[in-house]
């Protein structure tokens, strides 16, 4: 039997992680049509490899065989939200340290590779978009949005524009230097917010408890401590996890802080893997915002994020279709 084509347009949203990339194909209206998942570091899984063009190609295929699988030829343009240091207009993956990327050109490349126009920002700015547009943030226009994860970064909203800044650093509060911490981080400096606010900060924290000899079930453990093993032993009732939650997120809180009095978001939300551990971490924040802004009428609400790891696709296909119709705006009105 001949196989029936959709005639409708297909949009490609994807977030490339340090370790997993997830790949969403939409509609026109930016509703899921279908899902996959890839290894982000290895193109060959005998051969592990971060080298760019082994991982846009097989990243082009695997898209093209997930429009095939539903039914489309081709698509019509394709969002990624990439991490690290990315230059949207240029379309430049300008240094994503976890895969090793420097100057990478992912939109003419992956472009060239798709047959369609490709769009790239940040990974947590395009994050920061799905919330706003379909999460957490859904109906405000002023809002900051962190990511809680491998590392800590925040995607900022004002009057409904993303802000990238002068450098497209805006955003990069992770490796603010924190006073007396002194841990060495992915960035070359010690001390960042990141070296405790972050999956490997928690799991660092706890690993120190014990090796000082604090009284906590996670001394028990016969392998290395995760984020995870301290959010169940906090949920336990263990003393020592839930100081370590308290005190990444005070300290997280305090920066929250600042940021909100210089940017004054309605809300601040929070996501990424450790927010998982919802009110451990988030109450100490709530607590040190309310520290530092007394006023209640003048503090954002800090709340998790809805859409988990949904949200940056969400993002990166409706800034796709966004810059889409921008562009095929333009030739109509050049060609009238
Ligand atoms: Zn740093």
Redesign the pocket.
């Known amino acids: 039997m001949e196989k029936a084509w959709r005639t409708g347009t297909a949009f490609i949203g994807a977030d490339i992680g340090g370790t997993n990339t997830v790949i969403g194909l939409f509609d026109e209206q930016g509703s899921p049509i279908g899902e996959r998942r890839i290894a982000t570091m290895r193109s060959d899984p005998r051969r592990p490899t971060s080298e760019p063009a082994a991982f846009m190609d097989r990243l082009a295929l695997e898209i093209g065989a997930l429009a095939l699988e539903h039914g489309y030829r081709d698509i019509a343009a394709a969002g990624f939200g990439v991490p690290g240091w990315v230059d949207t207009a240029a379309g430049m993956a300008l240094d994503a340290s976890n895969m090793g990327w420097r100057n990478v050109r992912f939109a003419e490349e992956m472009s060239r590779r798709l047959g369609a126009p490709v769009y790239i920002d940040n990974d947590v700015r395009l994050y920061t978009l799905g919330e706003a547009a379909a999460g957490a943030g859904a109906g405000c226009a002023n809002l900051v949005c962190i990511t809680v994860g491998t590392g800590l970064s925040a995607g900022i909203m004002m009057d409904g524009a993303l802000l990238r800044g002068s450098r497209l650093l805006a955003g990069e509060i992770?490796?603010d230097r924190v006073d007396g911490l002194d841990s060495p981080?992915?960035?070359?400096?010690r001390g960042?917010l990141?070296?405790i606010a972050s999956a490997p900060g928690i799991a660092r924290l706890a690993t120190e408890a014990v090796q000082s000899g604090k009284r906590t079930s996670l001394a028990d453990l016969d392998r290395p401590i995760t984020a995870l093993d301290v959010y169940l032993a906090c949920d336990a009732g263990d003393a020592v996890a839930a100081d370590i939650f308290s005190f990444a997120g005070r300290t997280l809180g305090r920066k929250l802080a600042a940021l909100a009095l210089a940017v004054d978001p309605q809300v601040i939300i929070v996501g990424g893997g450790v927010a998982a551990a919802g009110d451990y971490l988030l109450q100490p924040v709530r607590d040190e915002l309310a520290a530092h802004i007394p006023e209640a009428e003048w503090r954002p609400s800090v709340v998790p994020g809805k859409l988990q790891d949904k949200a940056g696709l969400v993002g990166a296909v409706r800034f796709a279709i966004g810059k889409w119709r921008q562009e095929r705006g333009n030739e109509h009105a050049q060609s009238s």
């Open positions: 992770g490796h981080c992915n960035c070359g400096k960042c990141e070296t």
